[in-house]
């Protein structure tokens, strides 16, 4: 999945937050609400504009943030 096509930051949309193109949906919260639990399907329910690509982009977007964070570890 290639998110760059589907992920812009701008900013002039939500301070610069990352969102789904075209919209004003935040990456932050797809990922919270398929964390909370919501499925895909009720991510899309509730969010009609949003395709599926849109959410794995989301998911892919936050994977690749996530593998390019850096971990120091604190002395006990």
């Given at each position: 999945m290639e998110w760059r096509e589907r992920i812009v930051v701008d900013p002039d949309v939500l301070v610069?937050?990352?969102v789904v193109k075209?919209?004003?949906?935040?990456?932050e919260l797809v990922i919270d609400l398929l964390a909370r639990g919501y499925t895909n399907e009720q991510v899309l329910a509730q969010y009609a504009h949003l395709t599926?690509?849109?959410v794995h982009a989301c998911l892919a977007?936050?994977?690749e943030v996530l593998q390019s964070e850096k971990v120091y570890a604190l002395p006990r």
């Open positions: 610069g937050k990352p075209g919209t004003r949906i935040a990456v599926a690509e849109d977007y936050a994977a």
